[in-house]
């Protein structure tokens, strides 16, 4: 009875194993969050939108600079008492990897650059014009070494000290969505949240991501899509930073979003956009924004320093033509 049985019980184990491949669809999610767009695909046998929405609310609630009751605005809004994050494990990732990335880029990547931010009129706040005195005073109580974490316990040197967590947040919530992904059991899938990424496995083709950069025009409405390079990528993270959509003119000069918290002032060099392609894509959101602020050849010389980093920078140097180069490991080439 056992043999005659066995192909029959292979024809059902058969069967079952078809209709569960049959059954895992690519399936594409979209919304708003953080005051941007994300947009996700991933192969599952059912849509996982709510559990995502889910997960994203809540890291909201611990990192949105823009939520008053966030775990953030509670940082920002304390004095130099003790503030115990060991309950708060996304909030506490941040300042941590924050603080290291800081000491790795030599303080051009600063978490604790929101009062500069502020003055500038990109961040949570606005504080109207602002002269070198203003700059002065506030650079009094910007700085990463005015933060101290230690086992889990967050001091501020300053109760003026207040966190910008931009540079960050939309990187870190791709690695957290994709975690979720993955304890799914989804093997094949992007993750964007605001043009940054994460991507696992292969397309809805069966090949590998391919991710456009765009061309970094001026383009405050982001309505100018027109492609730069097409990177094929899978099992890493990219991040993009640039001036070109995010700025204001005043009196004839351009203002731009990115911050130097060395000098206060807004960056004036010709890079104009910086994409790190990394393992993580905290680690490739705040490498991006770090590298605007140094400019190119300071970053081209701490990218190929950098363990599993790579990264590709579009800059102009007073010609007509955009250049662009590449660390070694995306072929090292400059033009």
């Not at 004839?252 to 000098?263: N, R």
Request: aromatic share 8%; hydrophobic share 40%; with cysteine.
């Amino acid at each position: 009875m056992k043999v005659k049985t066995l192909p029959f019980i292979l024809i059902l184990s058969t069967l079952t194993f078809l209709t569960s491949c049959k059954e895992k669809q690519f399936i594409h999610n979209e919304g708003t969050i953080f005051g941007t767009v994300y947009h996700i695909t991933y192969q599952a046998s059912s849509d996982l939108q709510k559990d995502i929405e889910d997960e994203l609310q809540k890291f909201d609630e611990a990192l949105s600079m823009f939520n008053p009751n966030s775990t953030l605005s509670r940082i920002n809004n304390s004095g130099t008492e003790k503030i115990d994050l060991r309950q708060e494990p996304w909030t506490l990732k941040v300042l941590k990897e924050s603080i290291q990335l800081s000491k790795i880029t030599d303080g051009a990547f600063d978490i604790t650059v929101a009062p500069l931010v502020n003055a500038w009129g990109f961040g949570f706040k606005s504080m109207g014009d602002v002269n070198q005195k203003d700059i002065d005073s506030l650079k009094l109580f910007v700085g990463y070494r005015l933060l101290y974490l230690k086992k889990g316990i967050l001091t501020k040197a300053d109760s003026r000290v207040q966190l910008d967590a931009s540079a960050v947040a939309k990187g870190y919530a791709c690695d957290v969505v994709a975690e979720l992904l993955r304890k799914k059991g989804v093997r094949n899938f992007m993750v964007e949240i605001g043009g940054e990424m994460v991507l696992k496995g292969h397309n809805p083709k069966g090949a590998n991501w391919q991710i456009g950069v765009n061309k970094p025009t001026d383009d405050p409405t982001s309505t100018n899509m027109e492609l730069q390079q097409i990177l094929k990528i899978t099992d890493k993270a990219i991040a993009t930073s640039g001036n070109y959509r995010k700025f204001y003119e005043k009196n004839g000069k351009k203002y731009a979003h990115t911050i130097d918290p060395a000098s206060g002032y807004p960056v004036q060099h010709s890079l104009l956009s910086a994409t790190v392609i990394a393992n993580d894509c905290l680690t490739a959101d705040a490498l991006a924004t770090a590298f605007m602020v140094m400019g190119v050849e300071k970053a081209m010389s701490l990218a190929e320093k950098l363990p599993d980093v790579e990264a590709m920078f579009i800059y102009n140097d007073g010609g007509s033509e955009n250049k662009v180069s590449y660390t070694k490991g995306l072929g090292g080439s400059r033009n």
